[in-house]
C-alpha cells in the first residue's frame, strides 16, 4: 500500500523531495503560495496546489490529515513554518518533518510538535567539511550530536588484515556496519573478512572514536 505525502514549500529543498518521492511511485501532493512553482510541479506531483498553509480552513480543504506524513519545507518565512506545523499538529497529521532555519527555529518545532526537524544546510555543510579536512573520509552522516557513521578508504596498516585480526571494535569503539569492494556491499561483514586494497569502510561510533580510528588510518 503506497503511503500518501504532502510536501509544503516547493524551493530547492521542498521541490527535491517531491521529485524522489514522485520517483519512488509515491502519491504526493506538492503545495506553494507562488502559482509558478505550483505549475512546475504540475506534472511531477500527483496533485499540485496553490493555498496559504497559515490558513487553517485550506489545510482542512486539502484533507491534509489524511496523508500519512507531511513536510514542512517553507524557505525563509520562520512564521509561516511555525504555524503550518501548529496547525498540522492540531489537525492530527500522523508524522511532520519540518526543514529548520537555525537551532532556535527547531527549539520551537519540536516544542510544538514536530515529531522530525532537519537541517539540509548545515547537515550538508558538515558533510563537505569532514571530505574537505581527510582524504580518508569519502561521506559522513550525522546520527547525534556525538555518533555518526562515516565511509572511510581502508589504509595501509589494515591491508591484509581481517577484522578479528585487527580488533577494531576493542580498541576503538567502533563498528565496521559494511565493507564497499568496487560494486559490491558486504552488510555486518564476518571476523575473518580480510580487508583489501581500495576497500571502503563503512563504520558506526562516537565521533572521538571515529577520528582517532581515522588518525590511525591515515598516519599508517
Avoid at 537541517?119 to 582524504?135: C, F, L, Q, T, Y
Avoid at 561483514?189 to 591515515?218: C, T, W, Y
Amino acid at each position: 500500500m503506497k503511503k500518501e505525502f504532502a510536501v509544503i514549500g516547493l524551493g530547492r529543498f521542498g521541490g527535491s523531495i517531491v521529485r524522489e518521492l514522485a520517483e519512488e511511485g509515491m502519491e504526493v501532493m506538492a503545495i506553494d503560495t507562488k502559482e509558478d512553482r505550483v505549475n512546475e510541479f504540475s506534472m511531477i506531483a500527483s496533485h499540485a496546489v496553490m493555498g496559504d498553509t497559515t490558513d487553517e480552513s485550506v489545510l482542512k480543504g486539502l484533507g491534509i490529515r489524511n496523508f500519512d506524513h507531511v513536510i514542512v519545507a517553507i524557505g525563509d518565512n520562520i512564521q509561516a513554518s511555525i504555524l503550518t506545523t501548529l496547525m498540522l499538529k492540531e489537525l492530527g497529521v500522523k508524522h511532520i518533518t519540518v526543514k529548520a532555519q537555525n537551532d532556535y527555529h527547531e527549539k520551537v518545532l519540536l516544542k510544538i510538535g514536530a515529531d522530525t526537524v532537519v537541517h539540509p544546510e548545515r547537515d550538508m555543510g558538515k558533510r563537505i567539511a569532514h571530505k574537505m579536512v581527510s582524504n580518508s573520509v569519502l561521506d559522513y552522516l550525522e546520527l547525534s550530536d556525538e555518533h555518526s557513521i562515516v565511509e572511510i578508504v581502508a589504509g595501509g596498516a589494515l591491508i591484509g588484515h581481517t577484522i578479528l585480526e585487527l580488533d577494531i571494535r576493542a580498541k576503538y569503539g567502533i563498528n565496521i556496519v559494511a565493507i564497499k569492494r568496487g560494486n559490491d556491499i558486504n552488510v555486518s561483514p564476518q571476523a575473518n573478512e580480510v580487508i583489501l586494497q581500495n576497500d571502503v569502510l563503512i563504520v558506526i561510533g562516537a565521533d572521538s572514536d571515529i577520528h582517532r580510528f581515522q588518525k590511525k588510518v591515515m598516519n599508517d
